[in-house]
């Protein structure tokens, strides 16, 4: 359970950081090629860990592998449609967004790993959904249906589908597999994906100044903290049970987006986070 409540608390914290320093460098930088560096850097270290360790990869059924391909592609479009999120939009009202993910956490595991939520799980996710529309009133113009057509707005909820998806895709791995197996596969995989993408759409290289090779650096310690403590959080705990705790971060994205980037109406923002925390709660119950 301490192991668990760690890992629940790496995650919350890791992915608002990685997510503050994709937005400071999408205004440099293109988005796919922001992906493919962490996500090649990631694959970096995971080989000195392949080469430590003895996994029995060929072992795995080609279903297996296909799940593997399915999550690589589910994660890197993802991260790549979130990151031009963030370089259209505030930080303090797309990270809430991310609440919508239980919806869609519990729709693919019960379609695909037949998890089936309490009425208080529910309730929960229901609670936190509210919260992320009382956030939505601080936007300009206040909350309205129009909202939904805004581009970082429609990115984000990209974002969301693909990488609620991806998270019962990843499940499903650490089922089969392990927590560390499926790591490694998910960051070889993301970075294939990642330069598959950055060929297709025709990028050029572009050189990276120190400050940003620090950051590149720092993104994918913090995605690699993410993945591996959400992988430990998904062995224990059900997918769209997970999805609902990990909104939690979006208090610290809220406070990174007042203090890093000067967003307004933070107060208001922290209340409808605080609303989620409550969803929160009430799942815990």
Known sequence: MLTTICALVFRIFSNPIANMLQKALSERHSAVLINLYSYGLLSLICVGTLCMADYNFVSYSF?????????????????????????????????????????????????????????????????????????????????????????????????????????????????????????????????????????????????????????????AVCLGLMQFSTNIVFEKLDVGLSLALFQLSSIVAIIFGYKVFKESNVIKKLIGAVIMIAGSCLILL
């Not at 370089?87 to 089936?116: A, D, H, R, T």
């Open 63 to 219: 279903s297996f592998w296909n799940y593997v391909l399915l999550a690589g592609f589910l994660c890197t479009l993802g991260t790549v449609c979130l990151i031009k999120a963030l370089q259209y939009g505030e930080l303090s009202v797309l990270g809430p967004i991310n609440s919508y993910k239980c919806l869609v956490g519990l729709l693919f595991g019960f379609m695909i790993l037949g998890e089936i939520p309490s009425i208080k799980s529910i309730l929960g996710v229901l609670l936190i959904i509210c919260g992320s529309w009382f956030i939505f009133d601080t936007v300009k113009g206040g909350f309205k249906l129009s909202l939904f057509k805004r581009k970082d707005i429609v990115l984000r909820f990209c974002a969301l589908f693909l990488t609620g998806a991806e998270a019962a895709v990843l499940k499903k791995i650490i089922l089969i597999s392990s927590p560390e197996e499926c790591f490694i596969l998910w960051c070889f995989s993301g970075f294939i994906f990642s330069l598959i993408l950055v060929l297709l759409l025709k990028k050029k290289f572009q050189p990276l100044f120190k400050k940003d090779v620090f950051a590149i650096f720092i993104i």
